[in-house]
């Protein structure tokens, strides 16, 4: 069964640091792109950053290039996002997301999300 | 960035019924045009994907058509738990967008 378990979200100040985490189980996890989405509370969804099966590849939103980087390690099953420069606009729930074979983008799974919240 | 439109944001239809949602990109995708649903509390669901294909798993009663800038989403008869927000998405083009959704519940 697949299983994608997000983790690393919490209660920042604006202008902080967090990484976020993506346990990721029950596929050959360096076979596929893997994305991060968030929806602000009561909003729609919004892709931010995706990576190639490979990590040779990374991509992102406009709005979080520069503050955010995408990475991953295939040999322990993770995927993260290391997010910088925290701005309150940055408040949202955070789903990884494992994208369809030779189709990154196209999300098959998704985990449960972790909550990001960005006040002073 | 390509900018995807739906129409109609909301919408009440009873059990049974036939449900029609619209899709719009600002330029074409190629076909690479995806319906996720979303309930209440929960992760988004793949249920189709390049236009007209079905994810495993996912009931016949869904279905999605049109190309390059013009996409359908039915739902051709209405179940009580398919009461949820339906989202469309293009992956062709970076960066991905999705559409800002429609909510459909039960008249």
């Known amino acids: 069964e697949v299983q994608l378990l997000e983790s690393g979200g919490g209660l920042k100040h604006p202008g902080g640091s967090l990484r976020l985490s993506c346990a990721a189980s029950?596929?050959?996890?360096?076979?596929?792109?893997m994305s991060w989405v968030r929806q602000a509370p009561g909003k729609g969804l919004e892709w931010v950053s995706g990576?190639?099966?490979?990590?040779?590849?990374?991509y992102y939103a406009d709005s979080v290039k520069g503050r955010f980087t995408i990475s991953r390690d295939n040999s322990k099953n993770m995927l993260y996002l290391q997010i910088n420069s925290l701005r309150a606009e940055d408040t949202a729930l955070f789903f990884c997301?494992?994208?369809?074979?030779?189709?990154?983008?196209?999300?098959?799974?998704w985990g449960q999300g972790t909550m990001v919240t960005v006040s002073s | 960035d390509i900018q995807m439109t739906q129409s109609p944001s909301s919408l009440s239809a009873s059990v049974g019924d036939r449900v029609t949602i619209t899709c719009q990109a600002s330029?074409?995708?190629?076909?690479?045009l995806n319906w996720y649903q979303q309930k209440p509390g929960k992760a988004p669901r793949l249920l189709i994907y390049?236009?007209?294909n079905l994810e495993t798993g996912v009931p016949s009663r869904f279905s999605g058509s049109g190309s390059g800038t013009d996409f359908t989403f039915t739902i051709s008869s209405l179940q009580p738990e398919d009461i949820a927000t339906y989202y469309c998405?293009?992956?062709?083009?970076?960066?991905?967008?999705f559409g800002p959704g429609t909510k459909v519940d039960l008249k």
């Open positions: 997301a494992k994208d369809r074979q030779y189709s990154i983008g196209c999300h098959t799974m």
């Open positions: 029950g596929f050959t996890f360096s076979g596929y792109a």
């Open positions: 990576i190639s099966g490979d990590a040779g590849n990374t």
């Open positions: 330029q074409d995708i190629h076909n690479y």
């Open positions: 390049d236009v007209f």
């Open positions: 998405q293009q992956s062709g083009h970076l960066p991905f967008t």
